[in-house]
């Protein structure tokens, strides 16, 4: 059920490489992957790499009381990385193509997460 | 110098809070608030809060071979922030009120960077 989630994302995504539901812990639930990918960051790794930083990024914005972080973009030259609080346990993170739709990306992360929230 | 580009940034950005030029050390060149800012959660402040964050972010990014990250955005409930990499030193960061314009803030910043970059 969580794949069907995860493939919606990513088949409806232009550029769209692949898709990860996964605990703030850096271990996933699911994973899609689409195509050729970027060698070395799979989205797996990619997603235990960023884990850590999201979790840095929701004690920062508690410090700072600024509320809960729902989302964060990270756009590097080669990936273009959205990510989505699920549940206070579980995010979703999707990796788009530099040239790809991350707009669109982001919105069906937003259309996707509280369907799987629904699940979990 | 520095002052007249965080001014042009911030003021013409609705729902724009504040920003900042500031090392990953977290330590600010120079940073312009305009308006009512959120409590405890003054640009300075933010900015040393997500410097940490954002050398995670290069780290990461290095890890997965995915290139350099030029741009961080984070949505929290208060408070968007972004963020646009200057120099392998500095970034900006610009703070927007939820409701405000975050699209035209990120296209400011990748305007107001390469003068920033010139002057550093």
């Known amino acids: ?6 493939m919606r994302m990513v088949d409806n995504v232009p550029g769209a490489l692949s898709g990860v539901l996964m605990g703030y812990d850096g271990i996933a639930i699911d994973s899609y992957a689409v195509g050729e990918q970027l060698p070395g960051a799979d989205i797996q790794t990619i997603g235990m790499e960023f884990s850590f930083v999201l979790s840095q990024i929701r004690k920062a914005s508690e410090a700072l009381d600024v509320g ?3 989302e964060v973009t990270i756009q590097a030259d080669n990936l273009t990385i ?12 999707l990796a788009v193509r ?20 629904a699940e979990l």
């Open 82 to 93: 959205l990510t989505r609080a699920v549940t206070s346990e579980y995010f979703l993170a």
């Open 1 to 6: 059920m969580f794949r069907e989630h995860l």
């Open 98 to 117: 530099p040239e790809g739709n991350a707009g669109k990306g982001r919105f069906l992360l937003r259309v996707v997460a509280p369907s799987m929230k």
């Open 68 to 70: 809960t972080p729902s």
